[in-house]
C-alpha cells in the first residue's frame, strides 16, 4: 500500500492511494498538470488512475476534474447533490459521471462514504478497505459526529483536518463572516477538536494520523503538532505505541506497512 498528498489546504487537495494495484485518487482540488506530475513523481501514470473519489464541490477539492476526464476519460465517483451543485459539471464527459452509492468497489479495494458536516451539498468522507487495513479521509469537518466517530474506529491511516488554532483565527485578517463560518458547525476542525477526536477514538493497536488541510494563515504545523499532542498526552495516549503523528513540513507519504 502506497499513500501521498500531493496537496492539503484552502489551495487545492489530493490524496493518492494504491492499494493491491488498485490507484485511486481523493479529490482534484489542483490543477490537472499538478497531479500529473505528482503521480509521475511517484512513479504512477494519471492515464493509469481506476478512479478518482469525491468528498464534494467546492473548487479546492475538484478544480482539476474537468481537464482530467477530457484528457485522461477517468470515472469519477460523487453524491447525486454534489455533481448538481458543481461549477464545472457542464464540462465533464457523462460517461465519466459516476454517483455514488453506499459502497463502491474498485479493484480489490472497497470503498465506503461517510457524511460529514460542511457547508456543501452532500459532503462525505472516505472509507477505504482492502483486507484487513483501513485507510479513512476526512477533511473539511465543521464538528465531529457519531457517525464520523465510528467511520474513523479502527482504521490504521487516517487523513484528518486540523484546519486552524481559534486564537489566531479570532485574531487574524478575516472578516467576521468568514471566522464565523470556518468556527461554525458546517465549517472547518481546529486543532483543539482534531485533538479531542483523536485521542477518544476506538483505535487498534497503532494508528498512522496524517494532519490535513492546514490554514496557512491561520494555523502553523509547529501549532498543530502541539496542540494535537498535548491533548493526546493528557489522554494517556503514547505516541510511539498508540499514534504516529505526520505533519505536512515533515513529510507527505507513507508507506504500508511501514518499514521494519
Known amino acids: 500500500m ?15 492511494l494504491e492499494m493491491e494495484g488498485a ?15 505528482a503521480l509521475a513523481s511517484i512513479g504512477t501514470n494519471v492515464a493509469d488512475l481506476d ?49 455514488l452509492g453506499d459502497s463502491l468497489d474498485i479493484g480489490s479495494v472497497k470503498v465506503e462514504p ?8 452532500d459532503p462525505v468522507g ?4 482492502q483486507g484487513e487495513f483501513k485507510c479513512s479521509v476526512a477533511t473539511d469537518l465543521g464538528f465531529v459526529t457519531e457517525g464520523v466517530k465510528t467511520a474513523l474506529a479502527l482504521s490504521d491511516v487516517i487523513v484528518f483536518e486540523s484546519n486552524h488554532d481559534v486564537d489566531m483565527l479570532k485574531g ?10 470556518i468556527m461554525s458547525n458546517r465549517g472547518h476542525l481546529s486543532n483543539y477538536d482534531a485533538g479531542w477526536t483523536l485521542a477518544r477514538l476506538e483505535r487498534k493497536q497503532h494508528t498512522q494520523v496524517f494532519l490535513a488541510h492546514m490554514s496557512q494563515e491561520n494555523n502553523r504545523p509547529e501549532l498543530a503538532a502541539r496542540t494535537v499532542s ?30 521494519k
Open 51 to 99: 478512479g478518482i473519489l469525491i468528498t464534494h464541490e467546492h473548487r479546492d477539492h475538484i478544480s482539476g476534474i474537468a481537464t482530467l476526464t477530457k484528457k485522461y476519460r477517468l470515472p469519477v465517483y460523487a453524491r447525486a447533490a454534489t455533481w448538481n451543485a458543481m461549477y464545472c459539471r457542464a464540462d465533464i464527459p457523462a460517461e465519466c459521471c459516476r454517483e
Open 172 to 181: 487574524g485578517s478575516y472578516p467576521w463572516h468568514l471566522k464565523k463560518r
Open 114 to 121: 461517510f457524511s460529514i458536516s460542511h457547508d456543501a451539498a
Open 126 to 129: 472516505f472509507n477505504l478497505f
Open 23 to 37: 490507484k485511486i485518487l481523493v479529490d482534484a482540488g489542483i490543477s490537472a498538470r499538478r497531479i500529473k506530475n
Open 230 to 259: 498535548e491533548i493526546l498526552r493528557e489522554q494517556g495516549c503514547d505516541k510511539e505505541i498508540d499514534l504516529t503523528l505526520t505533519f505536512p513540513d515533515q513529510i507527505s507519504s507513507i508507506k504500508w506497512p511501514p518499514d
Open 2 to 16: 502506497q499513500f501521498h498528498v500531493l496537496a492539503s489546504g484552502s489551495t487545492g487537495n489530493a490524496v493518492f
